[in-house]
């Protein structure tokens, strides 16, 4: 097969860059095009043959090959594909896993990195459905980020072949990832891309690999952290058990050291000065020289910051630490070193007596100490919002598109939002759907602050504020919300306020839960199995599986519909009364609760 000829491009683009990257982007779909899944992957995975070829060919199959491109705009980027026989209207969106990458390795901030991804259909020799896989960093002329072009086009890192898990789940996904490994290809990264629901593995190919690209992707659609933890984790080589174990006792100087560099604005301070020294970084948040630099040496091997001939700069991660950050987790940093970092020190009581350790710490429960602490009460707020990631894509359910489509067609629908802090997510929520009303229920001294924090938009013009206790559910509403509320509290009191939910919806009402679910495999890495621990310890509540949470509603008049995976672990649970009638959004969520079944 040939491929078309792209490098000859309109002579109002023909730079030397975009030449250089219309040649890498033909040879790409050339490949693509020419390969068959067998072939690649023996080719891929020298030494792979015979059954164990054909059980991979079986599991996954070539899906596309990537290549990062650097267009000065988006035209340019459209005529390159056009010329290379790709659709030139392709549709794109933000490539997380990539922009991320990227940050780290340059020591950029993320979000000033807008990097998209499109993927062009082709077809393989058999006809088969492929795609190249395009990530464009727009770099106009003169821009900051020609040197990451420059050195990107150099190295080709994110240049990749992909395989796609056909019908994946943690079974198949970790036999795939054992046999890349039994051939020799390292673990190189990989993430969840909340855009599309979708978990990446990257590999380092073996020192032997027959093909030009040096990266291979196995791409699973869903949510599947759990195994993906497992994946990042895996060192070449590996560790002994003494060094396993001693890394996992210094959790708590990287817990201090994070809050360190938030208490003395170190990410700020770099920030406004990349490349800065020691001693500059000293005197500009008040530290001694010498301290400052062990801790910024600590910082870099967490890779918080990286050093340079210059001086240091904000990774990715660093850069959330950062105040002025979009979605800063700068208040869990406080928040973690703080507050909740003394009471872990009680933790060994906890688990004797069941009685949580901050309240043994303090005499009282976390709730009473902080509304007695006015410091306290706003740096939880502010720590509650800085895991607002989790909310990206829940504007997008089924259950608020629908009312959202109601309100619109001239029947008014309602979001109320049921201890919802300063309005975070209900602010999400209305800015998605104009045609929707809100109502927040918080405690008075956190309306105060949701007024301010809603008050300028267009969002706060359309909520209602409402200070009670769950006591005060108001009924009328068509969509309830529950966010990271439930694990807060024994089962006892879940009930209790799972039956004021109840009592204040109507029969077509829904209910959406915001939770981490546990995993059904108890040895899985799971972000819902630390904040278990956690929630034990500082509040005397738990995280659920998706079965436990389900009895609690059918305790409490409720049935859960379904669960659909969110970001950063988080769920999205969808309940309704006992008594209400299946609907077209039931059938919709069950689909869904039978994919996240698989992946929790």
Same mark, same amino acid.
């Given at each position: 097969?040939?491929?078309?000829?792209?490098?000859?491009?309109?002579?109002?683009?023909?730079?030397?860059?975009?030449?250089?990257?219309?040649?890498?982007?033909?040879?790409?779909?050339?490949?693509?095009?020419?390969?068959?899944?067998?072939?690649?992957?023996?080719?891929?995975?020298?030494?792979?043959?015979?059954?164990?070829?054909?059980?991979?060919?079986?599991?996954?199959?070539?899906?596309?090959?990537?290549?990062?491109?650097?267009?000065?705009?988006?035209?340019?980027?459209?005529?390159?594909?056009?010329?290379?026989?790709?659709?030139?209207?392709?549709?794109?969106?933000?490539?997380?896993?990539?922009?991320?990458?990227?940050?780290?390795?340059?020591?950029?901030?993320?979000?000033?990195?807008?990097?998209?991804?499109?993927?062009?259909?082709?077809?393989?020799?058999?006809?088969?459905?492929?795609?190249?896989?395009?990530?464009?960093?727009?770099?106009?002329?003169?821009?900051?980020?020609?040197?990451?072009?420059?050195?990107?086009?150099?190295?080709?890192?994110?240049?990749?072949?992909?395989?796609?898990?056909?019908?994946?789940?943690?079974?198949?996904?970790?036999?795939?990832?054992?046999?890349?490994?039994?051939?020799?290809?390292?673990?190189?990264?990989?993430?969840?891309?909340?855009?599309?629901?979708?978990?990446?593995?990257?590999?380092?190919?073996?020192?032997?690999?027959?093909?030009?690209?040096?990266?291979?992707?196995?791409?699973?659609?869903?949510?599947?952290?759990?195994?993906?933890?497992?994946?990042?984790?895996?060192?070449?080589?590996?560790?002994?058990?003494?060094?396993?174990?001693?890394?996992?006792?210094?959790?708590?100087?990287?817990?201090?050291?994070?809050?360190?560099?938030?208490?003395?604005?170190?990410?700020?301070?770099?920030?406004?000065?990349?490349?800065?020294?020691?001693?500059?970084?000293?005197?500009?948040?008040?530290?001694?020289?010498?301290?400052?630099?062990?801790?910024?040496?600590?910082?870099?091997?967490?890779?918080?910051?990286?050093?340079?001939?210059?001086?240091?700069?904000?990774?990715?991660?660093?850069?959330?630490?950062?105040?002025?950050?979009?979605?800063?987790?700068?208040?869990?940093?406080?928040?973690?070193?703080?507050?909740?970092?003394?009471?872990?020190?009680?933790?060994?009581?906890?688990?004797?007596?069941?009685?949580?350790?901050?309240?043994?710490?303090?005499?009282?429960?976390?709730?009473?100490?902080?509304?007695?602490?006015?410091?306290?009460?706003?740096?939880?707020?502010?720590?509650?919002?800085?895991?607002?990631?989790?909310?990206?894509?829940?504007?997008?359910?089924?259950?608020?598109?629908?009312?959202?489509?109601?309100?619109?067609?001239?029947?008014?629908?309602?979001?109320?939002?049921?201890?919802?802090?300063?309005?975070?997510?209900?602010?999400?929520?209305?800015?998605?759907?104009?045609?929707?009303?809100?109502?927040?229920?918080?405690?008075?001294?956190?309306?105060? %602050?949701?007024?301010? !924090?809603?008050?300028?938009? @267009? *969002?706060? /013009?359309?909520?209602?504020?409402? #200070?009670? &206790?769950? =006591? $005060?559910?108001?009924?009328?509403?068509?969509?309830?919300?529950?966010?990271?509320?439930?694990?807060?509290?024994?089962?006892?009191?879940?009930?209790?306020?799972?039956?004021?939910?109840?009592?204040?919806?109507?029969?077509?009402?829904?209910?959406?839960?915001?939770?981490?679910?546990?995993?059904?495999?108890?040895?899985?890495?799971?972000?819902?199995?630390?904040?278990?621990?956690?929630?034990?310890?500082?509040?005397?509540?738990?995280?659920?599986?998706?079965?436990?949470?389900?009895?609690?509603?059918?305790?409490?008049?409720?049935?859960?519909?379904?669960?659909?995976?969110?970001?950063?672990?988080?769920? %999205?649970?969808?309940? !309704?009364?006992?008594?209400? @009638? *299946?609907? /077209?959004?039931?059938?919709?969520? #069950?689909? &869904?609760? =039978? $994919?996240?079944?698989?992946?929790?």
């Amino acid at each position: 097969m040939h491929s078309e000829d792209c490098s000859t491009l309109p002579t109002t683009t023909a730079t030397p860059h975009l030449v250089d990257d219309a040649a890498r982007l033909s040879a790409t779909a050339a490949f693509v095009r020419e390969q068959d899944t067998s072939l690649v992957l023996s080719r891929v995975l020298p030494g792979l043959d015979g059954p164990e070829l054909r059980a991979l060919t079986d599991r996954c199959r070539f899906a596309h090959a990537a290549v990062l491109v650097f267009p000065p705009d988006e035209h340019a980027l459209r005529a390159q594909l056009a010329a290379c026989g790709l659709a030139p209207d392709t549709a794109d969106q933000p490539s997380v896993v990539v922009r991320d990458r990227l940050a780290g390795r340059h020591g950029r901030n993320p979000a000033d990195l807008d990097v998209r991804i499109l993927r062009p259909t082709v077809r393989g020799p058999y006809g088969e459905h492929r795609a190249v896989e395009v990530f464009a960093l727009t770099v106009p002329a003169g821009s900051a980020s020609a040197g990451i072009a420059a050195r990107e086009r150099r190295t080709d890192q994110e240049a990749h072949l992909a395989f796609e898990v056909v019908r994946p789940d943690q079974l198949v996904l970790r036999g795939l990832l054992a046999s890349f490994a039994r051939y020799g290809a390292a673990p190189d990264g990989g993430g969840y891309n909340p855009h599309e629901n979708g978990t990446v593995f990257y590999f380092s190919a073996p020192a032997g690999t027959k093909t030009d690209y040096r990266r291979v992707e196995l791409y699973a659609g869903g949510d599947h952290r759990d195994v993906l933890a497992e994946h990042l984790d895996r060192q070449p080589g590996g560790a002994t058990p003494a060094e396993s174990l001693l890394r996992l006792l210094t959790g708590a100087w990287t817990t201090q050291a994070l809050a360190a560099c938030a208490e003395l604005r170190l990410p700020e301070a770099i920030g406004r000065r990349p490349g800065s020294g020691v001693a500059e970084l000293a005197r500009e948040v008040g530290a001694d020289p010498r301290s400052l630099a062990t801790l910024l040496r600590y910082l870099a091997m967490l890779d918080v910051v990286s050093e340079g001939p210059g001086g240091y700069r904000l990774t990715g991660v660093g850069a959330l630490l950062d105040a002025e950050a979009p979605c800063s987790m700068r208040p869990l940093a406080l928040m973690y070193g703080g507050p909740f970092y003394g009471s872990f020190a009680h933790l060994t009581h906890t688990v004797r007596t069941g009685q949580p350790g901050f309240e043994y710490l303090h005499g009282e429960n976390h709730f009473d100490h902080f509304a007695r602490h006015p410091e306290l009460s706003t740096l939880f707020d502010q720590s509650m919002a800085s895991s607002a990631a989790m909310f990206d894509s829940l504007p997008g359910h089924p259950v608020l598109v629908a009312a959202a489509v109601a309100a619109a067609s001239g029947r008014p629908r309602t979001v109320v939002d049921i201890a919802g802090g300063t309005g975070e997510l209900l602010e999400r929520v209305l800015t998605a759907h104009p045609a929707l009303h809100g109502v927040l229920l918080e405690r008075p001294q956190v309306l105060a %602050a949701a007024r301010i !924090r809603l008050g300028g938009g @267009a *969002a706060g /013009a359309r909520c209602d504020y409402r #200070a009670g &206790d769950f =006591t $005060d559910v108001p009924a009328g509403g068509d969509v309830y919300l529950l966010s990271r509320v439930l694990h807060d509290w024994d089962d006892d009191r879940c009930r209790s306020i799972l039956r004021y939910c109840a009592e204040a919806m109507s029969p077509h009402a829904d209910l959406l839960i915001v939770e981490r679910l546990l995993p059904a495999d108890a040895a899985a890495p799971s972000l819902a199995t630390a904040w278990d621990l956690h929630m034990m310890c500082n509040t005397g509540g738990a995280e659920r599986t998706a079965d436990h949470y389900a009895r609690l509603l059918g305790d409490c008049g409720l049935r859960l519909v379904g669960h659909t995976p969110l970001p950063l672990g988080a769920h %999205a649970l969808h309940a !309704r009364r006992q008594s209400t @009638a *299946a609907t /077209a959004d039931d059938v919709t969520d #069950a689909a &869904d609760a =039978t $994919d996240a079944a698989d992946v929790t």
